[in-house]
């Protein structure tokens, strides 16, 4: 089983849509967790950091499950600047690196 | 700012060549990784510096791979006899201190250093 798995789409939505990407991770020891955007051509960044039982920012919101390993990234109304891939990212089972599934394309169109 | 700047920005090199890409990290941030990205893929964990730590090498694709992080600040990633799989965009990584749960905060990416291997 990889360490970080997701599923790569593309999701393409409406303006204005809500969209749902989940992600499955192995380490069930990892403590904290995140979501990362890549743009085409440029480095991630961090979108959302997840802690316990999850957190809400504006029109995203990060839900933590532990029982079975995956957390979720739930975009509501979404904008034609969404466009992107999301990353998952966990520790790894030695829990020093944290490590990137291969992201979800996300594409927003009008 | 002062962010994470890594070079070159594009190599090209032939085939059983030696490379070195750099990365300097945000001045302060004890963590750096390299990550690298083929085309249309995800990131691939190479190699992790925690201070003084050992580093963790669990992600080095093989022996060709060797990085090296001299007094906690500059790294350098080198590539011993490239091979065309080589090719992809090699990212560097910082954050500060462990944070929470003993783990890195927010990752701070340089811009990737393109290599192309012909």
């Known amino acids: 089983r990889k360490e970080v798995e997701q599923d790569p789409g593309p999701f393409n939505v409406p303006e204005g849509a809500t969209v749902a990407f989940n992600c499955t991770y192995s380490?069930?020891?990892?403590?904290?967790f995140f979501w990362y955007r890549q743009d085409c051509r440029k480095e991630p960044k961090l979108l959302m950091s997840?802690?316990?039982s999850g957190n809400e920012d504006g029109r995203f919101t990060a839900q933590l499950n532990r029982a079975s390993q995956y957390i979720s990234l739930l975009i509501r109304d979404s904008k034609l600047s969404d466009s992107a891939t999301y990353l998952c990212?966990?520790?790894?089972?030695?829990?020093?690196?944290?490590?990137f599934g291969k992201g979800t394309t996300l594409s927003v169109s009008s | 700012g002062a962010g994470v700047s890594q070079s070159p920005s594009n190599k090209v090199t032939e085939k059983g060549k030696d490379v070195e890409l750099r990365c300097d990290p945000i001045?302060?941030?004890?963590?750096l990784y390299w990550y690298r990205q083929s085309l249309g893929q995800g990131l691939e964990f190479l190699i992790y510096?925690?201070?003084?730590?050992?580093?963790?090498k669990s992600g080095l694709p093989s022996d060709r791979f060797s990085a090296e992080r001299t007094g906690g600040s500059v790294s350098t990633l080198t590539i011993q006899r490239t091979q065309q799989e080589d090719s992809a965009v090699y990212l560097c990584?910082?954050?500060?201190?462990?944070?929470?749960?003993?783990?890195?905060?927010?990752?701070?990416f340089g811009e990737g250093s393109r290599l192309t291997v012909l």
């Open positions: 990584a910082s954050s500060l201190e462990p944070g929470l749960a003993g783990g890195p905060g927010e990752l701070f």
């Open positions: 380490n069930s020891a990892s403590q904290s």
């Open positions: 997840v802690y316990s």
């Open positions: 990212v966990s520790y790894n089972q030695a829990g020093t690196a944290l490590i």
């Open positions: 001045s302060g941030h004890t963590a």
């Open positions: 510096f925690q201070g003084n730590s050992a580093p963790d």
